[in-house]
């Protein structure tokens, strides 16, 4: 009688999982289908652009395909790229007569940042206007503020105008609490890179390093406000050291901000602009709706050529890849795609990543090596090109980066968790039997042995040379050379083009008008890579982005803040690194 209960409780279940995967599935299609037949925004005369990115986060936001359900294949979203591209389009649209900044909150990187305001103010020369309000100032979001025409604050408001600073944190305690150790085998002098691991505080040679990086950002910040408030440099390191810009009042008396007033006040300024009466409703459209209104992304120009962009953003680990980690599969894919098809006259990569997997690294390395015999390849990097993100990049036949950029960071390290002391203290011993000395290889139950850890030292060591070889080779520098400014080094984009490591600052847009002139093109449009391929179980996991379900990250946040739910994402990444790694090993977060 039980046997035949567990049958029919086994036919049960897997008719409820059937019809619950067959409802997903409709859900779906219904989603899609109402997405694609949504309508497009009719943007009116005497318009504003409301530049509202607050998510926006990556340069591209990818196209998915899914070959056995076609219904499921995305449509590409806007993605940093095509705000940038709204605009430049903005310039020259007779219906656009400005760009308003309201209570805008960034999640961009720094050299993400920078772009924007940089095309913030290409519009700007264009006769149009830019204007700014805020409840509250983030420095971040009032550096891309600062580029406004006029700037707006409630009399209530703080703003956070202090410097830069970075947070780095160590896990040396957290190992010897919990039992559990982190085994770290590094190229010999390769110190300050794996210091979380081995210690509790920050050495002087990485504390110079990072204070380096951050006076090289703070300097293009700085001269970048100076510039757009007219404001001596000198004085702006005063504001900051002092704090004396915090309150909306004492912002304006130093001319940070312009107007200290509420925001129907900031909307009747921009009436006034438009020229329509006090009670008129102003002409808005979200920067997103307009991007898409004018099929920004699909340019299609008279000419056949094309540039093929790649977007490399994210860690850099093995399988298909994503919006947020970058994959062999789908990065060769796109090379050998792009550098097959005749319509592409050169090809753009625009990376965005710490680094990662040395393999993965290789691999994608040598795909470009393929690539670069049939077409150009120019490298634009992002907020990070560094480790495996700089692996992948230098041999482009150009390299451009944004002054922010943070870059570098040349070297390699192996880590393996051992729980031997964890083992031990809850009670847990063991044994190995094996045939051959090294039969059972590394055990996270036993200490790690000398004869283990010279063989892991070598696969490191033999990696780095690799690493210091491709470097020296795509820059034309000899092996010491970069080795004097690797060994887990990391720069600003101003320094990487000083020391050879980049060829000459510049965003995107820098490197694609290179690209067309190494691929002898004028005219051309823009083809985007990669399409990422999605199967069933990502279309599952994609539910929780859906409204009626939360992801258990949105719990987690929800529960213990951004900041906390940061931390606890680092200790995460930190314990889970596993082989031998081109990564920056500790995050550097400026604030």
């Known amino acids: 009688m039980q046997f035949l209960k567990n049958i029919l409780a086994t036919i049960i279940g897997l008719f409820l999982f059937c019809l619950l995967s067959f409802l997903v599935l409709i859900i779906i299609g219904v989603a899609a289908a109402g997405g694609s037949d949504k309508d497009v925004v009719k943007v009116k005369n005497n318009s504003v652009i409301e530049l509202d990115i607050s998510e926006v986060a990556n340069d591209y936001s990818g196209i998915f395909y899914n070959d056995e359900f076609q219904f499921l294949n995305s449509e590409p979203q806007e993605g940093l790229i095509d705000v940038l591209e709204a605009i430049e389009n903005a310039k020259t649209d007779d219906k656009i007569k400005g760009i308003t900044i309201t209570n805008s909150i960034s999640g961009l990187g720094m050299a993400q940042s920078k772009a924007l305001r940089d095309k913030l103010n290409e519009f700007k020369k264009s006769g149009k206007f830019v204007v700014a309000y805020s409840d509250m100032f983030r420095q971040k979001d009032y550096y891309l503020n600062s580029v406004a025409d006029t700037i707006y604050m409630n009399p209530v408001a703080d703003l956070e105008f202090k410097g830069l600073s970075s947070e780095v944190m160590f896990y040396k305690d957290l190992q010897e609490k919990t039992g559990i150790k982190m085994e770290v085998i590094r190229h010999g002098k390769f110190k300050a ?12 040679e990485n504390r110079e390093q990072i204070s380096t990086l951050l006076n ?14 007219n404001i001596p440099l000198d004085s702006l390191n005063s504001i900051a050291t002092n704090l004396s810009a915090r309150t909306a009042q004492m912002a304006q008396e130093k001319g940070l901000i312009d107007r200290v007033a509420y925001i129907d006040e900031y909307q009747s300024g921009i009436r006034k602009a438009l020229g329509i009466k006090k009670d008129e409703e102003i002409n808005t459209v979200s920067i997103l709706d307009y991007a898409e209104s004018n099929g920004l992304s699909n340019i299609v120009l008279d000419s056949d050529d094309e540039i093929a962009i790649i977007y490399a953003q994210g860690e850099i680990t093995g399988g298909e890849g994503g919006l947020n980690y970058i994959g062999e599969k789908s990065m060769r894919r796109s090379l050998r795609d792009a550098a097959d098809n005749k319509d592409v006259k050169a090809i753009v990569l625009r990376v965005d990543s710490p ?3 040395a393999l993965t690294s290789e691999l994608i390395w040598r795909e470009i090596e393929m690539a670069k015999k049939k077409k150009p390849v120019v490298v634009s990097m992002g907020n990070l090109a560094a480790s495996g993100g700089y692996y992948i990049s230098c041999n482009a036949d150009r390299i451009f980066t944004e002054p922010t950029t943070i870059t570098g960071s040349i070297g390699v390290f192996g880590v393996l968790p051992n729980f031997t002391e964890l083992a031990n203290n809850i009670g847990v011993h063991t044994e190995q039997v094996s045939t051959h000395t090294n039969a059972s290889g590394y055990s996270v139950f036993t200490p790690l042995e000398d004869e283990t850890r010279a063989i892991i030292q070598e696969s490191v060591e033999g990696v780095y040379d690799t690493f210091i070889t491709r470097v020296a080779e ?29 060829d000459e600052l510049g965003g995107l847009d820098e490197a694609i008008a290179y690209a067309a002139k190494l691929g002898e093109t004028n005219s051309y449009s823009i083809v985007n890579y990669p399409e990422y391929e999605r199967n069933f179980e990502d279309i599952l996991n994609n539910l929780t982005s859906m409204p009626f379900a939360k992801s258990k990250e949105s719990f987690i946040k929800e529960e213990v803040g951004e900041e906390n739910y940061q931390v606890i994402q680092r200790i995460r990444r930190a314990s889970q690194l596993r082989g031998t790694q081109v990564i920056m090993p500790y995050e550097i977060t400026v604030k």
């Open 193 to 204: 890179a794996v210091e979380p691991f081995l210690s509790n505080e920050m050495s002087p």
């Open 216 to 229: 090289a950002m703070w300097s293009t910040i700085a001269t970048d406000i100076s510039e757009s408030r």
């Open 355 to 357: 680094g990662g997997s």
């Open 474 to 502: 795509g820059r034309n520098m000899t092996k010491e050379q970069v080795d004097a400014i690797g060994q887990g080094r990391v720069w600003a984009g101003t320094d990487a083009v000083k020391n050879g490591l980049a």
